[in-house]
Nanobody, 119 residues
């Protein structure tokens, strides 16, 4: 099994920055960040696999950067120019074989870390 623990969520003002981290135990091929805001369904934010392939949601392109330390099996999300609409519970997810699986709700999931952006 893979266990995931997120950290770094906080309350910040619009325009500010946060950096989220996710520590994974066990092998992961694809890791990603997902979020669920108030009254919204969970949506993918960004994913990255061990071959360096990255995908971002259109809403965060140019503002968020996902990275992965394969040796430490740790995932990061640098969030800049935060907006009120970025307010959500952010979840770390991982899969042993593909990013497609985790985007469709499979794989392993952490318990989330709250990000609140005030305008």
């Amino acid at each position: 099994q893979v266990q995931l623990v997120e950290s770094g969520g906080d309350s910040v003002q619009a325009g500010g920055s946060l950096r989220l981290s996710c520590a994974a135990s066990g092998y992961t091929y694809c890791m990603g960040w997902f979020r669920q805001g108030p009254g919204k369904e969970r949506e993918p934010v960004a994913t990255i696999d061990n071959d360096g392939r990255i995908s971002y949601a259109d809403s965060v392109k140019g503002r968020f950067t996902i990275s992965k330390d394969n040796a430490k099996n740790t995932l990061w999300l640098q969030m800049n120019s935060l907006k009120a609409e970025d307010t959500a519970m952010y979840y770390c997810a991982a899969d042993r074989t593909s990013c497609r699986a985790v985007v469709h709700g499979g794989g392993y999931w952490g318990q989330g870390t709250q990000v609140t952006v005030s305008s």
